[in-house]
T-cell receptor, first 112, second 107 residues
Framework: DAGITQSPRYKITETGRQVTLMCHQT?????MFWYRQDLGHGLRLIYY???????DKGEVPDGYVVSRSKTENFPLTLESATRSQTSVYFC???????????FGPGTRLTVL | ELKVEQNPLFLSMQEGKNYTIYCNYS?????LYWYRQDPGKSLESLFV?????AVKQEGRLMASLDTKARLSTLHITAAVHDLSATYFC???????FGAGTRLTVKP
């Protein structure tokens, strides 16, 4: 499928477990982003990447790890999930030199 | 620390009425974005405002940017039910989002 996809769409896990959320885009956009959305906070940037093998922290990076070995993939890992990481996670991408971000459908993560 | 404040956070309008959503931010930025989100859905880009005085219009929505006042507005003209959604502004610096304005348009 063309565009930006996320998997899984829904995930329930337990405190302390490792969880990886996947993001895949077919446009070969240079930039990719991970956000979390919580009621009352809008979206908050977790990490972003300007190209393969280049990542940087956003506003709320603690407890998360990212990697970008290929341009089209940008996985987000919660190394030891906590209840405060229960949220909806959105991945987005943007081509270098442009301003429009395209968002994925989101992953709803619940940590019990 | 950069703050992005939207108001109102909740807005209930009657169809046919006009209203404005405000987005204030606390640091210098020459780029501001507006997004729409329908319940349970992802975000859709509405406007990208790239300079002071920028104005963009799409249908019943018009967005403007005043970088000196650190203020952007999203004006709704003659609201219709289909505009019911949550609207977010975001400042390019650190891609910081406002908390969102939940708009409900009633017949």
């Amino acid at each position: 499928d063309a565009g930006i996809t996320q998997s899984p769409r829904y995930k329930i896990t337990e405190t302390g477990r490792q969880v990886t959320l996947m993001c895949h885009q077919t446009w070969s956009h240079s930039y990719m982003f991970w956000y979390r959305q919580d009621l009352g906070h809008g979206l908050r940037l977790i990490y972003y990447s300007a190209a393969a093998d280049i990542t940087d922290k956003g506003e709320v990076p603690d407890g998360y790890v990212v990697s970008r070995s290929k341009t089209e993939n940008f996985p987000l890992t919660l190394e030891s999930a906590t209840r405060s990481q229960t949220s909806v996670y959105f991945c987005a991408s943007r081509e270098r030199g442009t301003d429009t971000q395209y968002f994925g459908p989101g992953t709803r993560l619940t940590v019990l | 620390e950069l703050k992005v404040e939207q108001n109102p956070l909740f807005l209930s309008m009657q169809e046919g009425k006009n209203y404005t959503i405000y987005c204030n931010y606390s640091t210098t930025s020459d780029r501001l974005y507006w997004y729409r989100q329908d319940p349970g859905k992802s975000l859709e880009s509405l406007f990208v405002l790239l300079s002071n005085g920028a104005v963009k219009q799409e249908g019943r929505l018009m967005a403007s940017l005043d970088t000196k006042a650190r203020l952007s507005t999203l004006h709704i003209t003659a609201a219709v039910h289909d505009l019911s959604a949550t609207y977010f502004c975001a400042v390019y610096h650190d891609m910081r989002f406002g908390a969102g304005t939940r708009l409900t348009v009633k017949p």
